[in-house]
């Protein structure tokens, strides 16, 4: 009696400890060595990252500041306000970006929209259209925009569409350039806006916002564009990353934005000042990152506060 006792208090209480290993307390120490393998391994992972980050841009740092003679200097930094040829290729690569970033706005946002709100099955066709551009190399996509140029240079002149032909080459402001980076920007533009649109009940949104007297194209901007302000930045963040390190294209057509300039700069024997704008460039990457992410933690979090 006593033993049925004991067993169904021990069924209905806590669960009866293993004997296996040590008794009763082998359950808790292969729980707590499962959990501190998880995190060793975990802490592993992290710490191979960040040698494989942290080492090579260690050693750009490092780089910029060493100077043999008078070892430790920061010569390379204040150079970089006085070095020939600096502000007007960034410039060129933020008006680039900053084009790139509106015509991909365009171009994505009311094709997603149209897409969720009137025929789904046509994601599939806009999905594979822009995903185009991966499949072609980005030399195979230069020398396709070169022989273009050739063409039109050899066929336009004698027509009025051939002043329109030089100023799209204008050197102050490529709009061919501007163009293939455009094409370049689809396929992740397209993903980052597909995804947060995808996130929304946007027929819900429209329909609430409809009932409330708003028209449909009222309700489409004041209603479903702010809540895809999130997915927007990263797409604007995505396309100021692809133009500001795009090298290929630009120095092919004979352009010479930031990246370009960083290569040229390099070459000329200038490798510490070019260096020190490329490291100044990623912190500065890095912090508008953070910046993003931590606006968009915070719009994240708020509804979950109120």
Known sequence: MAGVTASALT??????????????????????????????????????????????????????VDNSPQGFSLDAYRQIFTVPGLWPALQLSLLLAAGTIVLVYLLLIPT?????????????????????????PTIALTAG???????????????????????????????????????MALPLAFRTLDAGMRTLDV???????????????????TVILPNLRSAMLNTAFITLALVLGEFTVASILGYVPFAVWIVNGNSAGQGPVTVAVSVVSLLLTWLLLFVLSLGGDRRNSAPAQQ
Request: net charge positive; aromatic share 8%; with cysteine.
């Open 203 to 221: 027929r819900t949104l429209l329909e609430a916002a409809q009932n409330n007297g708003a028209g449909r194209a009222r309700a489409i901007v």
């Open 11 to 64: 069924t209905e209480g806590r669960p009866a400890p293993s004997t296996a290993n040590g008794g009763g307390s082998a359950g808790p120490r292969g729980v707590l060595g499962a959990l501190g393998r998880i995190r060793w391994g975990r802490g592993t992972v992290l710490l191979v990252s960040a040698l494989y980050f942290m080492v090579p841009i260690g050693a750009t740092l490092w780089f910029t």
């Open 112 to 136: 997603v929209v149209a897409v969720r709100l009137g025929s789904p099955k046509l994601r599939t066709v806009v999905e594979l259209t822009c995903t185009l551009p991966l499949v072609v």
């Open 145 to 183: 925009i070169s022989d273009v140029l050739r063409w039109c240079n050899d066929n336009l002149a004698p027509t009025p569409f051939y002043a329109t032909f030089l100023y799209a080459q204008n050197a102050n402001f490529p709009v061919v350039l501007l163009l293939a980076y455009v094409v």
